[in-house]
C-alpha cells in the first residue's frame, strides 16, 4: 500500500494547472482572490483524471476480495490466517482516503460553482468605487438570480412533499439530482459540439492552403473588432474628459472621477488639461444639473474597465494572429521546395529546443512533412475513439448483450484483475472526455461577454465563468463515465456489483 504513486500524480496535476492558468490569466494585475478560486475549481476538476481510474481499480479488488473464497490456514502456530488469491492494485491506498477525497471535490466544486464564484463574479463586474458598494451590488445582483431558482424549486418541493413523504436524506438526494440534472445537459451539449471539433479541427489544421484562408477570413473579422473597440474606448475617453471638466476637485464626485481617470491609458491622463477654476470653492446653489449622478459614474466605471479589455484583448489577438498567418505562408511556400531547407520571409517564434536542434533541413521536414501527417495520424485515432464514445452512448443502457465499447473493454480487463490495463483503459477515456468537454470551453465565446484569451488577456469575468461551468461538469462526467461502464447501480439496476467510492460519497 503505496501512496506515491497518487502524490506524484497530483503533484503533475498542480504544475500542469498552474501552467494553463498562467497562459490566460494575469498574475500581476488580477485580484489574486479570483485567481486562487479559479485555480481551484480547474484543479479539482481536472484531478478526477487520476482518482477515477484508481477508485475503479479498487472497486475491482474489492469485488474480487467479495467473490473469492478466503481460505483459512491453520498451520502457522495454531493461528488462523485468511489468505486471498485476489492480488492488490500497485495504487492501492488506505480506504479511507478516497472518499474523502471525493468529498472534498464534490462538495468544494458545488459550493464554487453555485454559490463562491457567481458572488465573485458579480463582484469583479461591478463598477462600484467602494468594498461595501460591491459587495452589496455582488449580494443583490446574485439574490436576484437565484430568488428565481428558489421560486422555481420550492414550488416543485411542495408538490414532491405533498405527493411523497420528503425527510433530510431524500432532501440532499433532490438537490444532488437536480444538479446533476443540469450538469448532464451542459456536458451532453458540450460534447455534441467537441466531440465532432477536436478531430475536425486536427485534420483541417494540416492542411496547409485551408488553414491560410482561414486566417485570412479571421484576421478581416478581427480588425473589425479592434478598430470598434478602439472607437469605443474613444467614445468613452471623450465622456470621461467632459465629466472630468465639470466636476471640480472639490465636488463630492471628485473622487470617484479621480479613480475612474486613474484607469485611462497613461497617455490620456498626461493629456488630460486641469483647468485652474477646478479649485474654485465648490458651491451647492451653482450646481450644475448635467453633472452626472454616482449611479452614472458606476456604470461609465464599468464600462471604461470593459472597454480596456476589449481593447488590449482585441490587439493582442491582432498581433498573434498576424505573425502566425506570416509563419502559415512560410510553410505554404516552402512546401513546394525541392532543396529541402526552410525558407523564412520574416523570423517567427520558436521553442528553445527548436532553436538549438534545428537547422534549416530539419525544420523543413518538421513543418512540410511530419507536422501535417502527424496532425492526421492523430485526428484519425481520435476520430474512431469519437465514434467509439457515440456508440457507447448510445447503447449503454443495453446490458445484455453488453454493446458499450468501453464496458465490453474494462469487463474482459476486470474478469482478469489486470489493474494496469484497468487504469490505463478508464484514464484514457475520461482523459478523453474531460478534454472534449473542456476545450469546447476554452474555446467557445460568447460575444464580449465570455473568451479565454491566450498570452495574460483574459478577463477576471472569463475566468470565473469558465470556473463555475468547469466545476459543474465535475460529478456528471464522473457520473457519465460510470455508466458507459456498467459501474453504476442506479443506471444498469444490478444489484450484485460493488459500488466505486464516488458513487457510495455521492448518492448513498
Known sequence: MSALPLVLE????????????????????????????????????FMIVILLPMDISMTTYRQCLRDTPVIID??????????????????????????????????TSQALTWLILPFMQSFCQSGEFSLSGKIRGALISNAIYYGSYLAIFGLLLIYV?????????????????????????????????????????LWLKSNTSF???????????????????????????????????????????????????????????????RNVEDYSDYNQSTYDRDIPSEKTLVKLHYALIKSIQI???????????????????????????????????????????MDKICNSTLEWFYYCIFLKYFMRFVSILLTCLTIMVIWSEMTFFNKRPVLSLFAIFLN???????YLSIEIIVFMTITYLSFCAYFAIFKIRIFNYYYLAPNHHTSENSLIFSGIQICRLTSPLCYNFLGLVHLDSHITKDDNIVETQFTSVIFL
Open 161 to 201: 412533499a405533498i405527493e411523497h413523504n420528503i425527510d433530510g436524506p431524500k432532501l440532499k438526494v433532490i438537490g444532488i439530482t437536480a444538479s446533476n440534472t443540469w450538469g448532464l445537459f451542459l456536458l451532453v451539449l458540450l460534447l455534441g459540439y467537441a466531440l465532432v471539433a477536436v478531430p475536425r479541427s
Open 74 to 107: 491453520n498451520q502457522t502456530d495454531n493461528q488462523s490466517i485468511p489468505i486471498t488469491k485476489c492480488k492488490e492494485p500497485y495504487s492501492i491506498i488506505s480506504p479511507k482516503y478516497l472518499p474523502v477525497l471525493w468529498r472534498i471535490i464534490y462538495w
Open 311 to 353: 481593447k488590449d484583448r482585441t490587439s493582442n489577438e491582432w498581433y498573434l494572429m498576424v505573425e502566425e498567418a506570416f509563419q502559415v505562408e512560410d510553410i505554404l511556400l516552402n512546401e513546394s521546395n525541392s532543396n529541402f531547407k526552410f525558407m523564412k520571409t520574416i523570423p517567427f517564434r520558436r521553442n528553445f529546443l
Open 10 to 45: 497530483v503533484s503533475s496535476l498542480f504544475i500542469i494547472v498552474f501552467i494553463l492558468l498562467h497562459r490566460y490569466a494575469n498574475f500581476q494585475q488580477q485580484n489574486k482572490l479570483i485567481l486562487i478560486a479559479t485555480f481551484i475549481s480547474w484543479y479539482f476538476s
Open 211 to 273: 488553414r491560410l484562408k482561414l486566417l485570412y477570413f479571421k484576421l478581416a473579422k478581427l480588425h473589425s473588432e479592434k478598430c470598434e473597440a478602439e472607437e469605443q474606448l474613444e467614445d468613452i475617453l471623450n465622456e470621461i474628459r467632459t465629466i472630468a471638466e465639470k466636476i471640480r476637485y472639490n465636488h463630492p464626485y471628485r473622487s470617484f472621477v479621480d479613480i475612474i481617470v486613474s484607469k485611462c491609458p497613461e497617455s490620456f491622463r498626461n493629456g488630460l488639461r
Open 412 to 418: 474482459a480487463s476486470r474478469t482478469t484483475y489486470n
